[in-house]
């Protein structure tokens, strides 16, 4: 087959298929949306570990989340609350979990026969770092439907956020379903991403590899329990809170030390 032949494809106007050698430069686009699916997995796992400590600041009681809130609405900067600054922060998540999710799919199983081939593959190679890869796709799958419905409902209500609207909202606006799966699919995802990102750029692996890749390992677990253990106590704690306030739904919350004219939105 000549040179000229092996360049053209049958179809007009269609890019000739890569050859090995003589043929047109590989594509740097695939290098690119990895390391922009990385990028934007480092940030998102980044942002799930700070959004585990401000949702969890009701473990250290209703005034502490509270502040939490505030000051996420500009509260201390500008002497009264901007809710709609919430939702930029929001709007930016969305963005950011949009494009990781467009640029993972790439790498689900994209017809039966792969899925069928991995699977054997996984079963016979009894891998950890194959099975966590599995893990990976069953739970960024669950995201692409769990996460949304909660983004949806902080962009649009940025102001229902506090002890008393936060703990109404996974209570009696029966929210706490959806919570408990997320929980557990974002701490997995999140937290098998970070590993995965450590091992595929080598970060913090030292000179022995293997014994880095068993410290990394034992790393994630630990990290992952340990998010996993704060997200229970503070579902529980909005739960009971929720439980107790049923009675008063819609009511706003406001510290005892707070004026009620100076949190007017
Ligand atoms: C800037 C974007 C986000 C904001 C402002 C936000 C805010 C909140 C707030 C205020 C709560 C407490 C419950 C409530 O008020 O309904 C909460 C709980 C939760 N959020 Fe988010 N969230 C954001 C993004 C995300 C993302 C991207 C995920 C996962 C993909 C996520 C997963 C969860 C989970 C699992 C809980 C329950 C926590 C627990 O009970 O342990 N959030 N979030």
Known sequence: MNSSAARSHPVAGLRAPVRE?????????PARMDLAQSLSGLALGLFMWGHMFFVSSILLGKD?????????????????????????????????LVLHAFLAMRKFPASWRQYATFGEHRRMLAHG?????????????????????????????P???GPYESADRMFSGRWWPLYLVLLFCVELHGGVGLYRLAVKWGWLQ?????????????????LT?????????????????????????????????????????
Do not use: N
């Open 21 to 29: 050698c003589g043929g047109p430069a590989k594509s740097r686009w």
């Open 206 to 222: 030292g000179s022995d590899p293997a014994a880095g890749r068993r410290r990394l390992k034992t790393l994630k677990w630990a």
């Open 129 to 157: 770092d194959t099975t966590l890869w599995w893990v990976q796709v069953v739970t960024g799958f669950a995201l692409f439907f769990l996460a949304f419905p909660h983004l949806f409902q902080m962009l649009m209500h």
């Open 225 to 265: 329990v340990f998010f996993l253990v704060l997200g229970l106590a503070t579902f529980a704690a909005y739960l009971k809170i929720g439980y107790e306030h049923r009675d008063r739904v819609g009511e706003v919350y406001t510290p005892a030390w707070v004026k009620p004219a100076e949190t007017a939105r």
């Open 159 to 161: 102001a229902a956020i």
């Open 64 to 96: 502490a989340m509270w502040v939490v809130a505030k000051a996420f609405e500009g509260y201390f900067i500008f002497g009264r609350s901007f809710p709609l600054l919430v939702s930029f922060v929001v709007g930016g998540v969305a963005a950011l």
